[in-house]
């Protein structure tokens, strides 16, 4: 096993993975920001090393600051976590060139999975379903108006580079096309230094069903089961669970199959996600994208299978087997994530960074988690993600776990900051949600809108 691995991120992901590894015996090294100075993973980590100013530009997407910090703590491997350089498959490379071991994908899969437009090409390969669209990089708005004519609207414009909601539009008709494409490409652009678009026909009334893949070098694939995300606001996940209520045995079957046959044809190795539109009307699902790192809902998939995920990705890292085979997984009752934000939902979420002058965390109880970086004096600072803490409940059925997470939330108590955790509740007890009634559009589409009323 690895004597010492560097955790390439911040916030809780950062302490979940440093846990992980002290439970194995790992030594770690946190990196920071000079705003992230008095960070809990600083804190926790048996080693520290500054990286680069605030700005993540400069600390924690700066690739040879952190190769280099690597290299000067003796550190054998690199976790990226999620976000910042997690899917950059130059730094992959990167690390495989100075023979330090990233914790994740190969940077030749990572190539090939994280471009839509390619993932799309082998997934048609592997025999797994794909929603009807562009075949190829759409550049300009010509190519947009004939694909789209030729597969008819609604249509979703993406960036084919994208991720975390960015260089995403929704197309009812021609008319509204030019600008959203003009406007989807300029912000991809932006984000990712590539403007390349593609086109899909938009499903709908859709779930957002995910599959969460484990594989090793010893081609060995499993998967742990599958997760709804369709409580979505701007293409943002704000609450997962795990199984979807969408989903009887025959579906589960198919679709988590579908996912194993698609890791298995690119050869991946380690955590991932496979991520499927589910048409509700046809029963039909449809390959959207892959995620090539730890997602942020992993919580809700280790309640439900035992096994834990980053435990997994270090092992798989290290070059051994999976402990666990498909047929020693076994699924137990229901868990759901709620992200916890310093946000106020009140003023279009703006967001909240400031000084947690008092702090209760939720516990207590059988199958109740808090995943957080926070404690009471520190300082969130307003340079990265608003998300502070998931709250993370598992009951014996989805009504367990649903009264479980309302309990939570109700005890919940932040001071100093503003958070979602009210909306979080709200959202939770509403009726369409506790029956299991919604889709990719309810968020948006019904519960803001009276959400916002009540404001």
Known sequence: ?????????????????????????????????????????????????????????????????ILSAAVATGAQAIHPGFGFLSENSKFARLCEEMNIKFIGPSAKVMDMMGDKINARAEMIKAGVPVTPGSEGEVHTTDEAVKIAEEIGYPIMLKASAGGGGKGIRKVNNVEELVPAFEAAQAEAQAAFG????????????????????????????????????????????????????????????????????????????????????????????????MNTRVQVEHPVTEFVSGVDIVKEQIR???????????????????????????ENPKFNFAPSPGKITNLFLPSGGVGLRVDSAMYSGYSIPPYYDSMIAKVIVHGENRFEALMKMQRALMEFDVEG???????????????????????????????????????
């Open 194 to 289: 590539n403007g390349a678009m593609f086109i899909e026909r938009m499903i709908f009334p859709a779930r957002h069903i995910e599959v969460q893949i484990l594989g090793d070098s010893h081609g060995n694939v499993i998967h742990l089961g599958e997760r709804d995300c369709s409580l979505q606001r701007n293409n943002q996940k704000v609450l997962e669970e795990s199984p979807s209520v969408a989903i009887g045995h025959t579906l589960r079957e198919a679709i988590t199959s579908a996912a194993v046959k698609a890791a298995a044809h690119v050869g991946y190795e380690n955590a991932g996600t496979i991520e499927f539109l589910l048409d509700e009307s046809s029963g039909n699902f449809y390959f959207m994208e």
């Open 417 to 455: 900051v503003i958070t979602n955790v009210d909306f979080q509740l709200e959202l939770i007890s509403d009726p369409h949600v506790v029956a299991g009634d919604y889709d990719t559009s309810f968020l948006g589409n019904v519960f803001l809108p009276e959400y916002q009323k009540e404001i």
């Open 316 to 342: 798989v890292a290290n070059g051994n087997e999976l402990s666990v085979k498909q047929e020693d997984v076994t699924f137990s009752g229901h868990a759901i994530e709620c992200r916890i934000n310093a």
């Open 1 to 65: 096993m690895f004597n010492k691995i560097l955790i390439a991120n911040r916030g809780e992901i950062a302490v979940r993975i440093i846990r992980a590894a002290r439970e194995l015996g790992v030594g770690t090294v946190a990196i920071y920001s000079t705003a992230d100075h008095d960070a809990l993973h600083v804190h926790l980590a048996d080693e520290a090393i500054c990286v680069g100013p605030a700005r993540s530009t400069e600390s924690y997407l700066n690739m040879n600051n």
